[in-house]
């Protein structure tokens, strides 16, 4: 199962489009991301660059700065990019992350807690928060 919503867009971010899968930074992008589901590793380091506006950018790095376990609202994440009230234009940018679980856009819910938009399906974002233990205590089981 692949976490990523667009595997050509992950591609590019993670150093271009014609891809040798044996090559930097795919073998460690493997590895990090087996760690990352067996519970071993709550950050990625890895290499990217991915394509998008300014915003969208910005939007991207807020969200690696979320800690592994917590979540943020649209509207905490907005004001975190210097953009109050722009929650809409957060999801979207959320919406367009190339590279989801690397960076976390599954950590972004509703103002309520609930769990809103993604693209990988709220199953998954259900999936990533419980590994977490970060699944808000509403939703909880």
Known sequence: MSFF???AAARAALGGSEVDP?????????RQLAEYFAGER???A??????????????????????YGETRSY?????AVGKPGAARAVGRANH??????VIPCHRVIGAG???????????????LLELEGALPRSLAL
């Open 5 to 7: 919503a667009d595997e």
């Open 42 to 44: 709550t950050a990625f």
């Open 22 to 30: 044996d090559a930097e930074p795919f073998p460690l992008l493997r």
């Open 75 to 79: 509207g905490e994440l907005a004001a």
């Open 96 to 101: 367009d992350n190339p590279i989801g679980v």
């Open 113 to 127: 807690g609930g769990l809103t938009g993604y693209a990988g399906g709220l199953d998954r974002k259900r999936y």
């Open 46 to 67: 890895l290499p990217l660059a991915p394509a998008g506006t300014p915003f969208q950018r910005g939007v991207w790095d807020a969200l690696r700065a979320i800690p």
